[in-house]
C-alpha cells in the first residue's frame, strides 16, 4: 500500500492531520503519545466536518490551553520527545522533522541549530500536528509515501521575524536541502501555501515527490485549509493500490548522483578527493578509469550523497577537485531495514550489521574492520571469526533504520 499527498492548493501541519483523521485513523492513536509527551491537558483538539469551495472535507483546529504557553527551543523540545515513552521509530521520526526546521531555521538566521527559537514552529499546535502526523503515518504502516510538488505560494507574510517574502526563508531552505520540488503558483492570491511545518514532514517521510503512474485508490481523506481561496483549499491523502506492490520492509531512499570526469590528477590527489568527499557525508565514492578527448587517459569520479548533504560535497568538489565543475542528477534506491550492534566472539567484540529481508528473515555481517583487527590479535582466520560469529547472537540497543 502507497500513501500519496496531493497537495494542489498548499502543504501544512493542520491539512496533513486532517486528511488522515478523514482517512481514518483513530484520535486516539494520535492522542496517546501527545499524552505522553505531558501535553495531556494542554490542548485541545477538534477534527471538524467542513466545506471548502463546496466540497467537503475535515478541519483541524488545535487550540492551547496553557495559561501562559512557554517559549520551546529545540534543545527543549528535542529533550522533551527524547525522555518521552514513545515507540522508537516514531520517535525517531519526530525527531526528524524538527531537526529538519531548526537546521533550516539556523541556516536562514545565521545561527547553530541549538540556539534556535522555534517561535510559530514551537507553539502547542505545531507539536499537536508534527506528532499527530508520524503517529498517524506509522499507524498505516504504508510502504512508501509520496508527495506532490507542493505550491510555493507568493507574496509576503507576517511572522514574529516581521514581513518575510512567500515562500518563507525556512521554506526555501528546506527544500534546498531535500532536494523537495516546488510548484509555481501562478494564478494564486498572494499569500503563504505551504509552511515549513508542513514541508519539514514531507520532506522526512515522503519517498518520491511524484504520484505511481498508474494505482487503484483505496480510501481518501480530505483535509481543509483555514484560508479562504478562489477555489477549494483543501489536501486529499489517498491509500494506493500500486500495480507492483513495493516488497515489504524495502524503503525508497533519495540520492543525489555528483560527477566529474578528471584528466588532471594524479592517483595521490585523487584518493585525497575520494577521502574528503567521504568524510563530508557521501554515501559512497569510486573512480573508473576513461579515454576522453585527444586520445587523453582520464577518471570518472562519482559520489552517492542524501540530498541535504549535497551543498556539502559541492564545496569540497570545488575546492579540493580539480575539476572546473560537476553534474548532478536526481536518482535514488531500494534499501533494506537495517541496525548496528556487536558479536561477541571468545576472542573479541566484533562490530556487525543486521538487516531485514522482506520476508522477515534477518542476516548479520561483522565489520571488515573488526575482523582483520581480531585476526591479527587472535591468529585466527578471517573464515575462523565468520564462523564464530555466526555462531552468537547479535546484540543491540538500536531501532530498525534505514
Known sequence: MELHVDCPTGLAGDML??????????????????????????????????????LRGRRVVVQGLEPDPPARHWAEIRRQIQDADLDRELQTQVLRVFGALADAEAAVHGCEAEAVHFHEVGAIDALVDVVGVCAAVRHLQPAIVSCTPPPMGHGSVPTAHGVLPVPAPAVMELARRHAVPLKHSEGFPPGELTTPTGLAMMATLAERFAPPSTFVPLAVGVGLGHRDLDRPNLLRISRLQVDAEVPSGLRWQPLVVQEAWIDDASPEDLAWLLTRLREAGALDAAVVPLQMKKGRAAHAVTALVSPEKAES?????????????????????????????????????????????????????PEADDLQRLSRTSGCSIEE?????ASVPFETEESWDW
Open 385 to 389: 571469526l565468520r564462523l564464530a560469529a
Open 313 to 365: 560535497l559541492r564545496q569540497v568538489w570545488l575546492a579540493t577537485g580539480s575539476s572546473l565543475g560537476l553534474r548532478e542528477r536526481q536518482q535514488g534506491r531500494w534499501v533494506l531495514p537495517r541496525r548496528s550492534g556487536t558479536l561477541k566472539t571468545p576472542w573479541g567484540t566484533l562490530r556487525a550489521k543486521q538487516m531485514r529481508r522482506p520476508d522477515g528473515r534477518c542476516s548479520v555481517k
Open 17 to 54: 492531520l486532517a486528511g488522515l483523521i478523514d482517512l481514518g485513523v483513530p484520535l486516539e492513536v494520535i492522542e496517546r503519545p501527545l499524552i505522553a509527551l505531558g501535553l495531556d491537558g494542554r490542548y485541545r483538539l477538534d477534527a471538524l466536518e467542513a466545506r471548502s469551495g463546496g
